[in-house]
């Protein structure tokens, strides 16, 4: 592997990473977790998935699932390698949830928390495909 040469005036630093992350539950603006995205620039505040998802109420926190027929909206963010490493540490990404990639509506492609249907049985279901309106909208 050949090794590149910076730019002249880069002081021989790569750009940085950058990754765009879908959120859909607690990393939301107001919600509990948002403080790390503090440093993250806002790409969109109405971002929503393809419908084939499904969103789960889990308490204190929800899931999303790739199996059904729901899009659910969230918050489409572009995050630094050291805000990912960091959502990755909350997600519990890979044991709890795993960090996806996935096409969104608009056909923008992101990265985002997956957990699957086995990790959800018998979680009731958001219907409204919004956290922020869950309880407007669940079934068991």
């Known amino acids: 592997m050949t090794a590149r040469k910076a730019p002249r005036g880069a002081r021989g630093r790569e ?7 879908f959120v859909y539950g607690t990393l939301l603006v107001g919600e509990s977790n948002h403080r790390l995205l503090k440093g993250a620039q806002l790409i969109s505040d109405e971002g929503r998935t ?4 499904r969103l789960y109420d889990l308490g204190r926190y929800p899931a999303l699932v790739r199996d059904g027929d ?27 949830y795993r960090r996806t990639g996935i096409v969104l509506a608009d056909d ?3 990265e985002t928390y997956l957990m699957t249907p086995a990790q959800v049985a018998g979680y009731p279901v958001i ?8 309880r407007l909208g669940r079934t068991p």
């Open 15 to 21: 750009p940085e990473a950058r990754t765009l992350v």
């Open 50 to 53: 393809q419908p084939g998802f």
């Open 70 to 96: 729901h899009a659910v909206v969230g918050e489409v963010y572009e995050v630094d390698e050291p805000t990912l490493a960091a959502l990755d540490r909350l997600e519990g990404h890979p044991e709890l």
């Open 108 to 110: 923008t492609p992101v």
């Open 127 to 134: 219907t409204t495909g919004s956290w922020r309106t869950r």
